[in-house]
Structure formats: C-alpha cells, structure tokens
C-alpha cells in the first residue's frame, strides 16, 4: 500500500481521557502535516513535520495536544483529557519538499467525545 | 474577513451542465492553489493545483486563477452525478515555504440525473 496510512479509524473515549492517533506517510515523503476538519467546514492545519522536525505549530494546538514524528518516519497525534470539543476528523497528510503540487490525504481518524 | 472563502452551497446543477466553483483569498502572497474533492464521510483528494495566472485545463476540470482580483475558480464541464462533492479550496500562504495550506469552508455540489 503506497498511500497515507491512519490509524485508528474510529475512536470513541470518554471526556478526560487521553487518545493517541498514528499516521504512516507515503515512505519517500520527508513532510507531513496534521489537520483538523469539524462538519461542515474545510481542513484546518494543526502541525506539520519536515523528517523528524516539528517546524510549525497552529494556535489550535492547545498544550494538551502534542505531536511527534520520531526518526522521521510515522507520526503519532495524541490529545489529553479530552473535551467534547475535540470530536472531529483528525487528517493526516504526506507531501514532497516544496509542497506546491499539494500533498495526499489519509482516510483519516474520527474522534468521539462523550 | 476568512483567509479563504467559498460560498456553501448547495450549488445544484444539472446533468452535463457546466458547474462554476469560486473562491477569493486574502492574502496577496499566496503563491499556489489547489482544489481538493470530499465526498461524505471520505478524505478530501486533489483535483488540481495552479500556480499563474489564467486557465489551467485536465480533462473535464479547469482551474482559473487571477491573482490580481484574488480569485480563483474551479469548471466542471459535462458533470456527472459523480461529481456530487464537496469541493475544497485551498491556498498556500506567501509566508515561509512549508506546504500548509489553508481550507475554505467548501462548496457542496449536487448534480442532479
């Protein structure tokens, strides 16, 4: 499989509890970009990775969400103590240096608060 | 004002009618544009990108883009039911070269049999 890889694809959890999302990227592709998208909304970008360097941080990032991209490979998204508000699709995306001829999305994780 | 904006839609046309999709941005240094298609419940997928000024063609799809107005816009000639989407545009801002791209809310198409 050659495409952007999300795991899991569902995820229901409990207010206050902690989940962690992972994303495997295109292997050639050195950078990698996490989103946010709500209903009835566009993408709104979260973090992205060039190799294993975080180099961009949205102010939607709270402290409570942290992203790693350890030896530049995978990806992992966790949140902690979850709040209602965080239940949407986590996207995750791979691209090439440059970014101009945009980049593939995952399949992406859906999150449930409750 | 939205960095990038789209009208919501529904915009609903019909079969093998020629669909218009718009869409204005803010910031004057955005150097490349894309449009992405979502249908319901799936990831949205790149269409095309455009990076100059005028009309970029591929297939049934054209891209217009007039940096001086802020605009752009996507054409879907002949469209199908299949093409019943949201459409996505999506800019790359001027500053820092890093690939983020900022979303429009998206323009839902219905193209009716």
């Known amino acids: 499989d050659t495409g952007v890889s999300q795991n899991p694809r569902h995820k229901i959890t409990k207010r206050g509890q902690n989940v962690t999302f992972r994303c495997d990227p295109i292997?050639?592709?050195?950078?990698l970009y996490w989103y946010r998208q709500t209903l009835g909304q566009g993408p709104e970008f979260l973090t992205y990775?060039?190799?294993?360097?975080?180099?961009?941080k949205s102010r939607l990032l709270s402290d409570r969400f942290s992203a790693e991209r350890p030896k530049g490979s995978f990806s992992t998204l966790e949140i902690q103590r979850t709040e209602q508000g965080d239940s949407a699709m986590y996207l995750c995306?791979?691209?090439?240096?440059?970014?101009?001829?945009?980049?593939?999305f995952g399949s992406g994780t859906r999150l449930t608060v409750v | 004002q939205k960095e990038v904006e789209q009208n919501s839609g529904p915009l609903s046309v019909p079969e093998g009618a020629i669909a218009s999709l718009n869409c204005t941005y803010s910031d004057r240094g955005s150097q490349s544009f894309f449009w992405y298609r979502q249908y319901s419940g799936k990831s949205p997928e790149l269409i095309m990108f455009?990076?100059?000024?005028g009309d970029k063609e591929d297939g049934r799809f054209t891209a217009q883009l007039n940096k001086a107005s802020q605009y752009v816009s996507l054409l879907i000639r002949d469209s199908q039911p299949s093409d019943s989407a949201t459409y996505l545009c999506a800019v790359n801002p001027g500053s820092g070269n890093t690939g983020k791209l900022i979303f429009g809310q998206g323009t839902t198409l219905q193209v009716k049999p």
């Open positions: 995306a791979s691209g090439g240096t440059g970014g101009i001829y945009g980049y593939t």
């Open positions: 292997s050639e592709h050195n950078r």
């Open positions: 455009i990076y100059s000024n």
């Open positions: 990775f060039q190799n294993e360097a975080q180099l961009e």
